[in-house]
T-cell receptor, first 115, second 112 residues
Framework: GAVVSQHPSRVICKSGTSVKIECRSL??????MFWYRQFPKKSLMLMAT?????????EQGVEKDKFLINHASLTLSTLTVTSAHPEDSSFYIC???????????FGPGTRLTVT | QKEVEQNSGPLSVPEGAIASLNCTYSDRGSQSFFWYRQYSGKSPELIMFIYSNGDKEDGRFTAQLNKASQYVSLLIRDSQPSDSATYLC????????????FGTGTRLTIIP
């Protein structure tokens, strides 16, 4: 199998606070993890690509100091939304890729609401 | 021109009929092709991937790839109401680029 979990599934936070989202590959080692954001009725937007032990590669327009990514092991990547604002409210989804293949397996997503 | 294009739909298909979903891509170097299903409010789920020209069948699903025409499709036979979802086409070029490029998705509705 290829199971990816995310925690929390849903979070509400106040403007100005930081939120950490965890992404874990449960039954395989993920050489690469990806972080996406999806607004209602819109397609997936890749935010960054993360390889274990190295700095994440951010897509154009994504602020690396606002969206901190740590990929500490082959089964865990975290995304921290710092100083969250209401416009950061979105559905954040991670995915993971096994070595040698290109298909990505998605976590269940985290719905962030910033009040 | 968008890199991966899909008709946004909605595509309505009667229950039991064949649903046909299409996707075109612009990068001729693309080598790997994926279909994901996404239910409303949920994350995408991998249905099929295809690397070679021709057809690939898995249960009620058939993926078709034509690299010369830069076209990939997904057929769903014996459509069920549970197939109602948004279907995302994704493409990778396999040349050291780990990213997938996603289309905007086609919303499919199976009518009972």
């Amino acid at each position: 199998g290829a199971v990816v979990s995310q925690h929390p599934s849903r979070v509400i936070c106040k403007s100005g606070t930081s939120v950490k989202i965890e992404c874990r590959s449960l039954d395989f080692q993920a050489t690469t993890m990806f972080w996406y954001r999806q607004f209602p009725k819109k397609s997936l937007m890749l935010m960054a690509t993360s390889n274990e032990g190295s700095k994440a590669t951010y897509e154009q327009g994504v602020e690396k100091d606002k969206f901190l990514i740590n990929h500490a092991s082959l089964t865990l990547s975290t995304l921290t939304v710092t100083s969250a604002h209401p416009e950061d409210s979105s559905f954040y989804i991670c995915s993971a890729r096994k070595g040698g293949v290109y298909e990505q397996y998605f976590g269940p997503g985290t719905r962030l609401t910033v009040t | 021109q968008k890199e991966v294009e899909q008709n946004s739909g909605p595509l309505s298909v009667p229950e039991g009929a064949i649903a046909s979903l299409n996707c075109t891509y612009s990068d001729r170097g693309s080598q790997s092709f994926f279909w994901y299903r996404q239910y409303s409010g949920k994350s995408p789920e991998l249905i099929m991937f295809i690397y070679s020209n021709g057809d690939k069948e898995d249960g009620r699903f058939t993926a078709q790839l034509n690299k010369a025409s830069q076209y990939v499709s997904l057929l769903i036979r014996d459509s069920q109401p549970s197939d109602s979802a948004t279907y995302l086409c994704a493409v990778a070029n396999n040349f050291g680029n780990e990213k997938l490029t996603f289309g905007t998705g086609t919303r499919l509705t199976i009518i009972p």
